[in-house]
Structures are given as structure tokens and as C-alpha cells.
């Protein structure tokens, strides 16, 4: 059971660069959630997902693109990439509903130059 | 003010110490969730309360609805508990919001 894959781990790009962190998830989960993670504050919501081809943003989705065509794939498009998009991002899953276990993935290191 | 505060925001501990790590929140919820991330590494899920008490191995997390308070108590601890704890709070959706993180190092 893989649980919550994200990749990259890691990935530098420069300013105006495009490209698409992965998430997958094999429990079937309803519910699929992107995060960044920034020092000093808590993890803030990007977009979420309730099931495929329903997505909603979050708290800080300017910058961010996402599509959920599968149960089981959430990617994350970032457009056109900020310095202020240098981030630590997490993908997470869970079942609909509060009461349920999050899992979440590996992380994946952003910077952008 | 933070809907969801924790404190200590730093902790350091000498191993077999007994660890409490708080977690007050302002917003109505159905779910408390304590989560471990180790340096450079991933977040998981050590409880999912909504009342009363939950232990698992020397782990025991707490939480009084009243009151809107929780903790989170590391018996007998190690270094390799060493990692930031983050305690996430829901409603009736899944949407969470979550702390800034205690940042534990327990010495050897």
C-alpha cells in the first residue's frame, strides 16, 4: 500500500517557468487536499478536491492550477513560477468527512530563482 | 490572533523526560488531529480526537471540548521523538487549519 506519492522531491526553477507537482493516492479517497508549508506559519490550504472532476481553492490559491480527473491523481500546476512560490508543498488524502485520518505525502521542495 | 495557537513553540527536553505540548483553538470543531514532522521529512498522523483521551505506545493526546483545549503528552521521551508536532483542527467539512508547530528536540 503506497499511500500518499508525491514527486518531485525536490525542484529549482526560474521565474516564469511552468510546471506540475504530481500527487497519487491508492485508498481510495475521497477527499485530496494541496498544501504549502512556509517557516513561521502554519500549513495553508491551496485547493482541495471532494471527488473527481469537483475542485475548489483554498486560502492561498492565486499562482496555482489544479484538476482532479481521476480518484486517484490530484496534480498541482503552478502557471508561472514567483519567488514567492519557494515553498515546502504537501499532498494529502483522506475519506469525506470529518473524523478521518489525513495521510500525507513526502513533500516536495520548491525554489524558485 | 491565530485560530489555532500552540505552545511551546520550542521545546527541549532531556531524554526520559515527561513532554506536554499544548494546543488551544477558537473556532467550533468535530475533529483534533496531531500530526509529527520530522526534520525534512513527511507529516503523519499520530491522533484524531474529538473527545476524551486516546493513547498509543507512549503517546497520549487529550482534549477538552469546553474548554477548546488540547494536549499532547510524550512519556518517557527519546531522542527520536525529536520532530515538530502540529496540531490541526476541522469542522464539518475536511478543511483544516492548523497550527504553527512545537519544534521538540529531546538530548540524549
Known amino acids: 500500500n503506497a499511500g500518499v506519492t508525491q514527486t518531485p522531491k525536490f525542484q529549482v526553477l526560474k521565474t516564469g517557468q511552468s510546471m506540475t507537482l504530481q500527487c497519487a493516492q491508492d485508498?481510495?479517497?475521497?477527499?485530496m487536499s494541496w498544501y504549502r508549508q512556509d517557516p513561521g506559519m502554519g500549513l495553508r490550504l491551496i485547493h482541495y478536491?471532494?471527488?473527481?472532476?469537483?475542485?475548489d481553492q483554498g486560502e492561498v490559491p492565486n499562482g496555482y492550477n489544479v484538476s482532479r480527473s481521476t480518484t486517484e491523481d490530484f496534480p498541482l500546476r503552478l502557471l508561472s513560477a514567483a519567488p514567492s512560490q519557494t515553498s515546502v508543498y504537501f499532498c494529502a488524502s483522506s475519506y469525506t468527512g470529518q473524523g478521518n485520518t489525513i495521510y500525507f505525502g513526502e513533500g516536495s521542495w520548491l525554489t524558485v530563482v | 490572533k491565530n485560530e489555532v495557537e500552540q505552545s511551546p513553540q520550542n521545546l527541549t527536553a532531556q531524554e526520559g523526560e515527561f513532554i506536554t505540548i499544548n494546543c488551544s483553538y477558537s473556532v467550533g470543531i468535530s475533529a483534533l488531529h496531531w500530526l509529527q514532522q520530522h526534520p525534512g521529512g513527511g507529516i503523519v498522523s499520530l491522533f484524531m480526537?474529538?473527545?476524551g483521551k486516546k493513547k498509543h505506545g507512549r503517546l497520549i493526546a487529550t482534549i477538552n471540548i469546553q474548554e477548546k483545549h488540547s494536549s499532547l503528552h510524550i512519556t518517557a521521551s527519546h531522542p527520536r521523538d525529536s520532530a515538530v508536532y502540529i496540531c490541526?483542527?476541522?469542522?464539518?467539512?475536511?478543511?483544516?487549519?492548523f497550527g504553527t508547530g512545537t519544534l521538540l528536540a529531546v538530548q540524549p
Open positions: 485508498m481510495n479517497h475521497e477527499y
Open positions: 480526537l474529538s473527545s
Open positions: 478536491s471532494v471527488g473527481a472532476g469537483i475542485t
Open positions: 490541526a483542527v476541522g469542522g464539518a467539512t475536511n478543511k483544516l487549519i
